[in-house]
């Protein structure tokens, strides 16, 4: 179930570099929203900008006093890169926003009884959508490889460190970690995951690193799921403004705000 509604801000601080960390009181959603399901936030008021824009949740949790089994705040990492999160970056404590979801379909978790090796591979902005994830999944043995044009732009490093001690870093510019890109990184690590059965792996991050990931892969070792960053005009899926083409014969294109954004990476034609 999808609904719109008012939220209070609780926070809303730059946190470094452009990027910033919203933090929103919203029972109904947050007790609700799954790994991989996002928002969209309305920014303004004023007719401009006009459409909301979509922002994967990073933590979906309680405030304290309000008991551990009761999620009633989301936070919300984003990057003040245009005029919709210009303005977001000014909302203060206390103002109200309206916002919509739980919204598209989110990660499948391995089975429980899989209890081996889970790999997450984040680019940019994208290693966000998978922080909910990882702690769905802190009990089992996590591979967590996060990508960065540069060390400013390096995201949620301490908080996978408490889930994880196999954290590797890559930037383009060789400011931290590995000097390349985080599938350049994978490349290297892959030689470690050698058993016969299939390794789940899921992935967030900018386009051109989700076709290189699916260059390198082999979908005889590795499950992938990944989920994909697109511009969206509503949402939910009326407006058919955000389709990426599929191999499903029947629906061979697929709205990333309505089928996904979480889908197989095999299941993916890029041109």
Not at 222 to 250: H, Y
């Amino acid at each position: 179930m999808v609904r719109q509604l008012n939220a209070k801000v609780l926070k809303n601080e730059n946190i470094q570099s452009l990027y910033y960390l919203l933090e929103i009181y919203c029972p109904w959603i947050s007790s609700r929203i799954r790994p991989g399901q996002f928002i969209m936030i309305k920014t303004s008021e004023n007719p401009y900008p006009l459409l909301r824009r979509p922002f994967s949740v990073f933590k979906s949790d309680y405030l304290n006093g309000s008991g551990k089994n009761k999620r009633v705040r989301l936070a919300v990492l984003y990057k003040k890169v245009g005029k919709g999160t210009q303005k977001m970056a000014e909302w203060e404590k206390g103002q109200k926003i309206n916002l919509i979801g739980p919204l598209g379909n989110g990660f499948t978790l391995p089975p429980l009884s899989y209890s081996s090796e889970i790999i997450l591979i984040g680019g940019g902005v994208g290693i966000v959508s998978l922080y909910p994830l990882a702690e769905a999944l802190r009990d089992r043995k996590l591979y967590v490889l996060i990508g960065a044009k540069a060390r400013e732009d390096l995201l949620c490093i301490d908080e996978f460190k408490k889930l994880t001690s196999n954290l590797f870093v890559a930037t383009e510019d060789g400011s931290a970690g590995f000097h390349g890109t985080v599938i350049d990184l994978f490349s290297t690590l892959k030689r470690e995951f050698d058993r016969k059965d299939p390794y789940y792996l899921y992935s967030c991050g900018p386009t051109e690193m989700l076709k290189d990931l699916k260059r390198t892969i082999s979908f005889k070792k590795f499950i992938v799921q990944v989920s994909l960053e697109a511009r969206m005009g509503c949402g939910f899926g009326a407006c058919w403004g955000c389709v990426v083409k599929t191999v499903d014969p029947n629906i061979p294109y697929q709205r990333v705000c309505k089928e996904g954004p979480v889908f197989n990476l095999k299941d993916i034609v890029w041109d």
